[in-house]
């Protein structure tokens, strides 16, 4: 599962978030159940490295 990671403004302070996330409406809905109004200034998406082991 991808980490998103935003940088808000909340309209009294800036927030920087990360939350681990289906996609990025997902993201979304957490922040907005979180904080209700916001700005998002900066958004990443990080995915997980797979890990494969060599034999």
Do not use: N
């Not at 990671?5 to 996609?23: E, F």
């Not at 979304?28 to 904080?35: G, I």
């Amino acid at each position: 599962m991808p980490v998103f990671t935003a940088l808000i403004y909340t309209g009294t302070h800036q927030c920087l978030v990360s939350q681990p996330c289906a996609d990025h409406e997902s993201f979304h809905d957490y922040l907005t159940e979180q904080f209700g109004v916001y700005v998002c200034l900066w958004l990443k998406e990080m995915r997980a490295a797979s890990h494969t082991r060599s034999k």
